[in-house]
């Protein structure tokens, strides 16, 4: 059957089970929103940024798991999505995007609105593609979607140029791929599995360490039957928030420069780290030097990049997290291993009990952590993902919220990307349109990509944005005042400008304000109740820090702020403690 490319694009779409394409045309890509016009089974969402485009099918995926389609035109529509590409490939999260091209013959002539997009996305994609043939896009698109969806997920590119999209072809979609290159391990080497299993049994301060792979392999249900099984305490990363319930006595928090006390003391002190599904970020290790270094470590990955790449591993072992846990559970089991960790948790609990997070309520004013935690309690028994933008209030949201489910915690993590929260939040409530949708937000982060609440509202989706006022770029702010004297260079944002109520109103959202703490029960559960989206500006204390905190390049067990305690070897002088111990 004779078809265009651009129909051709689209069919390919619909064969590898792509429901959503979020998106923004311009000349080149004309072809491709004509085929996208009647396609059925697609829903294609009209963004009003090629950024926001990105971050909606970032959180698209990350609530859901499957991957979104991401179509722009070219030149700038293109170098637009720069941000949302580099942001998915450091958390791996999958999608493809699509970017037309000029006309084939005129590439490299600085023809108009041309850009060289596969040049610039290819140290941040997982793959990316120039398309030189029609004929080629059905197999391309079917290439796109299995790179990005396996191994270590990630974003692809493909670029298509506008007489290869007008190009006619016989429309055949592939059965299969043929990537001789790209064989990726899911089985874990026997042999290390045993010796992973030999060390989890004799360990008796051990730590399950886990991350964004284990919710990538959907290995949620095996972390837990591990750690339930040899009472494991649990620490998750930022990206791996959801992977096991908060709600659990063995989870003990997320550990690094934002983490409990408690959280940190546990990894200074623990015997064996079993790392599943992370990189040993910087922002979780602080000082490498002085991270972890009293533990052997087993580290599960299915990128052997990652692998000895900034800890050494004693036991390596390249393969999916979920085929892993599986295998070391059942190898544990043959072994009739029993926990060890009854001293070791009654330790962690003390350190847990004397040192929660923490914070001192104002005379006046809306603290910010009240206002998650109350997001929290009217939340709590109503299936919600939680999505946030960077900054102090990622950061307060990650300390004082409870995340009992895989895939409800939506929120940007290796980039660190300002402006994330509000489309991911959108495309979460696409993908998962019978939850409830929560971005918590900071008055400079939202307003990257506030143009996005028109798409909100023209789509009528029901996002709740709850935004902490402050005033500032609260995180810059926070490091303005402790690294360099009260500076605050650059970083006030005056609290109503822009008034955000009257532009939740302006794009036909309720809008409301909070500027005591007696108002803001209601005024979330107004918003929270409401059938469509909103918008509450809540008046927060000015010059709240997020504590503890780690200075940068510090030691992990070395934390400012929150509720005092020593140095952890002055924590285990402590007599009950020795005597646990002993």
């Not at 009472?231 to 908060?246: D, I, S, Y």
């Not at 006030?492 to 304000?513: M, N, S």
Request: with cysteine; charged share 20%.
């Amino acid at each position: 059957m004779r078809t265009s490319g651009a129909e051709a694009l689209v069919k390919s779409l619909q064969a590898e089970g792509i429901e959503v394409v979020f998106g923004y045309p311009g000349g080149v890509a004309l072809p491709i929103f004509d085929a996208l016009y009647d396609a059925e089974g697609i829903r294609t969402i009209l963004v009003r940024h090629e950024q926001g485009a990105v971050h909606a099918a970032d959180g698209y995926a990350r609530a859901t798991g499957r991957p979104a389609a991401v179509v722009v035109t070219s030149g700038p529509g293109a170098t637009n999505t720069v941000t949302g590409i580099a942001n998915a490939y450091m958390d791996s999260i999958p999608m493809v995007v699509f970017t037309a091209q000029v006309d084939t013959h005129v590439i490299g002539t600085d023809a108009f609105q041309e850009s060289d997009i596969t040049g610039i996305t290819l140290p941040i994609t997982k793959h990316n593609y120039l398309v030189h043939d029609s004929a080629d896009i059905p197999r391309v698109v079917k290439e796109a979607v299995y790179i990005a969806t396996t191994g270590r997920p990630g974003p692809v590119l493909i670029d298509v140029p506008v007489d290869v999209s007008k190009g006619e072809l016989n429309y055949r979609h592939p059965e299969s791929v043929n990537l001789p290159g790209y064989k990726p391990t899911y089985r874990g080497h026997a042999r290390q599995i045993k010796n992973a299993a030999t060390l989890i049994a004799k360990a008796r301060k051990p730590l399950l360490y886990a991350g964004g792979g284990v919710l990538s392999s959907g290995a949620w249900k095996e972390l837990k039957e591990l750690a339930e099984l040899m009472q494991l305490p649990v620490v998750t990363t930022l990206m791996g928030k959801g992977a096991f319930p908060e709600d659990h006595h063995l989870f003990v928090g997320m550990p690094g420069m934002h983490g409990g006390r408690f959280t940190n003391y546990a990894i200074t002190e623990t015997d064996l780290l079993i790392a599943v599904g992370v990189r040993f970020d910087d922002r979780v290790t602080g000082k490498l030097a002085a991270f972890a270094t009293k533990a052997k470590v087993i580290h599960v990955d299915i990128d052997p990049a990652e692998i000895g790449k900034n800890r050494p591993a004693d036991v390596p072992i390249v393969g999916d997290a979920k085929s892993v846990l599986s295998a070391i559970v059942a190898e544990l089991r043959k072994m009739g291993a029993e926990p060890k960790t009854d001293a070791w948790m009654r330790v962690i609990d003390d350190w847990r009990t004397r040192m929660p997070f923490h914070y001192h309520p104002r005379e006046t004013g809306v603290m910010p952590e009240l206002v998650v935690e109350r997001i929290r309690e009217l939340t709590k028994d109503t299936p919600t993902v939680y999505c946030t933008e960077v900054g102090q209030n990622q950061m307060w949201a990650c300390q004082y919220l409870k995340i009992k489910e895989p895939r409800t915690w939506v929120s940007s993590g290796g980039l660190g990307t300002m402006g994330f929260g509000l489309p991911a939040a959108m495309g979460a409530q696409v993908g998962r349109p019978e939850y409830l949708v929560v971005d918590i937000a900071g008055d400079g982060s939202i307003q990257m990509n506030s143009q996005e609440l028109a798409t909100i509202s023209t789509n009528k989706l029901p996002v709740k944005v709850v935004i902490l006022n402050n005033g500032y770029l609260g995180m810059v702010r926070q490091w303005q005042e402790l690294f360099y004297n009260h500076r605050y260079a650059s970083s006030e944002l005056p609290q109503d400008c822009p008034d955000f109520v009257k532009l939740a109103e302006a794009y036909g959202i309720l809008g409301l304000r909070v500027t005591t703490p007696d108002e803001l029960d209601a005024a979330l559960a107004r918003a929270f109740d409401h059938d469509g989206p909103a918008v509450v500006d809540v008046r927060v204390v000015r010059e709240e820090n997020v504590f503890p905190m780690v200075a940068p390049g510090g030691s992990i067990d070395e934390m400012l702020g929150g509720v005092p305690g020593g140095p952890v070897s002055e924590m285990l002088d402590d007599e009950f403690l020795k005597e646990v111990w002993e």
